[in-house]
């Protein structure tokens, strides 16, 4: 007897609205609040609301051009099928895709700074603690060393990990909302302060909110990230539209609450000065004083931003893991662990590259990791996300698919995605988003080569994808149900 919860590859589709709902939107929350929501204050003032609902109009357009062609293309391999899909061209494909597996890293990596910093605040609560540079680069290195080996144990006991992780970033964030509308209610807040627009490098309203945009940006990706979950979701065609856009919503109004109760309790001009990590730390200690929840806060945050880095090195050593096997990456890279069925290698080689950049950062820039690695992840989503639209647009000429937007839709997510790319959507200081990505990409098509290398003068084959729509199908045998 068939088993409807089972694909036609054997894979049991686990994942019903609940738990799909709960994926995304732990995924769009995670470590971006806690990043953003300071630097945003520090560049438009009491209006760092404003920059989340541009995000959140962007990123919805580009979430209604995923759901077309997740319904019409129901299968993992998500942006890397659409380009292939749209244009036929596998170094493209290999690009869009290996651009995806780079966004990974680098969330990570970001979560792990901010980690690091508010685990080290939270341990100096109790214990006199060491929290320089020096502190915060090994805790972040040892963090990331850790997510290697939770995912080491496969895909299932990640995403249940990620159920736990996204129920206590929720309750970090209602604290944060909570005290906030408390202040409010006894008016010791300045509830004023949220249409007061103010810039300290003198910026006119437009171009204020154009930098503080692609800032707000890394807070709002994540949602993408369920497409690689669409083969164990059950009826995917039917959920998938109506979750998406309600986890959308839900993450954006938790946004907007909490940046307004940032610049309400936080005196002004004190915004700017707190770290990315520190904003919503102050308001707890602001807002309630007489009461020790600022001495257990930085540990909820610090479930709250490691939910983002597990999550994002999943779905990057995943995609490592299928391109190796489709023959574009070395295929040393596909390697699974006999017992455990995870890519391991995959994992290995993911790893590293996050702990290089890390240490890259922290000792080569004068921007934080947060701040470097946050902007380069949603630099490189942009970049996915403009191509994304636009195989929107080319992929109409298919038939099928439970869902279709308006054609402006496409037009306008791409225009909008494209324009925060460019070098006016950033500070000065952040430029070096453009250097971290693009040396991403060269390690990536380099390894394109020396597979065209070997494919070509050891094997007598062409490089190329054999089946996009496989890419991460072997590594989802191993997942929930199947262990």
Known sequence: MDDPDRTTDGLTRVMGPGLLLLFIVGDILGAGIYAVTGRLAGQVGGIAWVPFLVAFAIATLTAMSYLELVTKYPRAAGAALYTHR????????????FTVVCSGITSASS???????????????????PTGDGATLAVALGFMVLLA???????????????????????????????????????????????????????????????????????MVGFEDSVNMVEETREPERIFPRVMLTGLGIAVLIYVLVAISVVVVVPAGQVSAESESGVL?????????DVPIDRIFPFLTVFAVA???????????????????????????????????????????????????????????ESTIVGA??????????????????????????PGG?????????????????????PWARLEADLIQYRIAAGLLVIGVGLWALTWLANRGLRGQRTGFRDVESLEEAEHGSGPGTA
Not at 326 to 340: K, M, T
Not at 383 to 397: D, E, I, M, P
Not at 402 to 422: I, K, M, N
């Open 307 to 365: 939910n983002t880095a597990l999550i994002n090195m999943l779905m990057a050593s995943r995609l490592i893991y299928g391109l190796a096997r489709q023959d574009v990456l070395p295929r040393v890279l596909g390697r699974v662990a006999p017992r455990r069925r995870s890519p391991y290698v995959a994992i290995g080689f993911t790893t590293a590259l996050a702990l290089a950049l890390i240490v890259y950062v922290r000792t080569q820039s």
């Open 149 to 219: 080996l939770i995912n080491l144990r496969g895909v299932g006991e990640s995403v249940k990990f990620n159920v736990v992780l996204t129920l206590v970033e929720m309750v970090a964030l209602a604290i944060v909302i909570g005290i906030g509308f408390l202040v409010i209610a006894r008016g010791d807040g300045d509830f004023s302060r949220i249409t007061v627009f103010e810039n300290p490098e003198d910026k006119n309203l437009f171009a204020a909110v154009t930098i503080a945009t692609a800032i707000a940006f890394f807070a």
């Open 281 to 289: 730390l102050e308001v707890v200690r602001i807002g309630a004083p």
């Open 402 to 422: 439970t869902f279709r937007a308006p054609t402006a839709v496409p037009v306008v997510g791409a225009l909008g995605c494209a324009y925060l790319l460019g």
């Open 86 to 97: 749209a244009f036929g061209v596998h170094f493209v494909t290999f690009l869009v895709a």
């Open 111 to 129: 979560a792990a700074g901010l980690l690091s910093s508010n685990l080290l605040i939270g341990l100096d609560e109790f214990a006199d603690v």
């Open 373 to 398: 690695l946050s902007g380069t992840t949603a630099l490189l989503l942009l970049a996915v996300f403009t191509v994304v639209n636009v195989c929107c647009l080319v992929l109409r000429r298919e």
